[in-house]
Every structure is written in C-alpha cells, then in structure tokens.
C-alpha cells in the first residue's frame, strides 16, 4: 500500500481568518494514517514550492486551474512498485484536488489499482476530488474517500477508524 500525499504549511484558512501552521493539515491527517497503517509514504514535493502567504496560494491555484497546469514534482516517483492500492492525501482547493495532484496521478500507471481519496478542506468535504481522479486515471478503482476538516483534523481519529474498517483497510 502507498500513501502519497501534498501538504501545505505557512499561512492557512481557519474557522474565516487565518492562521499559521507549521504543519499543514493534510500532514497531521497522513500522521494518524501513518500511525494505523504499515505502508509506504511519498510526500509530494512541488519544484516551485507554494507561497506562505494563504491569499497568494489561493491566486495561484486558481491560475493552474484555470489554465490546466500540470505543477512540476521534485520529488516524482518513476514507478511504485507493486502497490495495488494508493491512498491519495491533498487538500481541498477551490472545490477541486490541487493542480500538483493532477501531476502525480497522470505521471503514473495507476490501471486496475485501488485509489482512495483522502482530503482535508475548509468546508467542501471532498468535494469534486474522487471524480478527478476518476477522470484522469479511468482504468483504476476509485474507493470511497475520507475527508477531515482541516481545523478539526487533531480529532478526526474516531471517523479515521471507522472509514479504515469500512473500506477494509484494517
């Protein structure tokens, strides 16, 4: 099993203002998983690391989205191995899964292996993130995701465990 994931420090989204965090949400969700799971771990590097200041962040994933960018990884994996199934880890952004995850799934042959999609948002859940991954990686098995609110993660253990014995994980 490979968990891939992108995680965002610095400057983020919280309860309508703002706060800073030295670990981003989606790493301290990755952290539980870690702790519940045996299984490979890829964090996600981009090239052009994402701005500390939350409104620039906003403005330039909308420009990706917008203009379809694919974010260059510094870190991509060439392949991965014989894992049959990948948890996906991002954030929410703009409704949809960060133009860096668009990357890494395209960049890999994801046929016939089991993708679970696992976000952290602000209020969107997970928003249209399963479908993009049903777009873009059309041979492979999307599996019910899990979401966590990105202010709440430290207490989203309890749910944690129920998805993990609900997908068959533990």
Known sequence: MLLAYFSR????????????LEIGNTEVLVGMIRSRL?????KIEPADPYP???????ER?????RDDVRP????????FGTHSIVLLASPVWNSSAPMIMHTFVESLDLAGVTIYPITTHAVSGLSGV???????CPDAIIGAGFTARGEAVAEAGGALDD????VGLV
């Open 9 to 20: 420090s610095g400057e983020n989204y919280y309860y309508g203002d703002r706060t800073e």
């Open 38 to 42: 045996s299984c490979d771990v890829h």
């Open 52 to 58: 500390f200041d939350y409104e620039e962040t906003v």
């Open 61 to 65: 994933n909308r420009n990706e989205q």
């Open 72 to 79: 260059i990884i510094a870190n991509q994996l060439s392949s």
């Open 130 to 136: 399963p479908s993009v991954y049903e777009e873009l």
């Open 163 to 166: 998805w993990l014995r609900q």
